[in-house]
């Protein structure tokens, strides 16, 4: 499955965004599907992720009650709405799939978006 990702920018603390991950080469209903990001210097960390049978989700403690992971099968693609942003939470976000494992592991994950950029003023 090839991911793309996109919706970021930039945006004052408080504010929202909403990223999408849109899917091609194959349903997004067949994977786990995550978020991850990487600040400048710092190690990929797990954002949210989302079992391919939508009954499971869950998110990091940096981000619980101000992020909602999603997807649309329909349109084959996920998303990650982002409310109350912190200046902390500027980073590029990646989303990923995984075909095995629900996880909150970066190794878990084999297919990758190229990431998009979300920047946070303060």
């Known amino acids: 499955v090839q991911l793309q990702a996109s919706g970021g920018g930039l945006v004052q603390a408080r504010g929202s965004l909403r990223l999408s991950c849109a899917a091609s080469?194959?349903?997004?209903?067949?994977?786990?599907m995550g978020w991850f990001r990487q600040a400048p210097g710092k190690e990929r960390e797990f954002v949210a992720v989302?079992?391919?049978?939508?009954?499971?989700?869950t998110y990091a403690d940096s981000v619980k009650g101000r992020f909602t992971i999603s997807r649309d099968n329909a349109k084959n693609t996920v998303y990650l709405r982002m409310n109350s942003l912190k200046p902390e939470d500027t980073a590029v976000y990646y989303c990923?799939?995984?075909?095995?494992?629900?996880?909150?592991?970066?190794?878990?994950?084999?297919?990758w978006g190229q990431g998009t950029q979300v920047t946070v003023s303060s």
């Open positions: 989302i079992a391919w049978t939508n009954t499971s989700i």
């Open positions: 990923a799939a995984s075909g095995s494992y629900y996880s909150t592991l970066v190794s878990a994950f084999g297919s």
């Open positions: 080469g194959r349903a997004v209903n067949k994977y786990h």
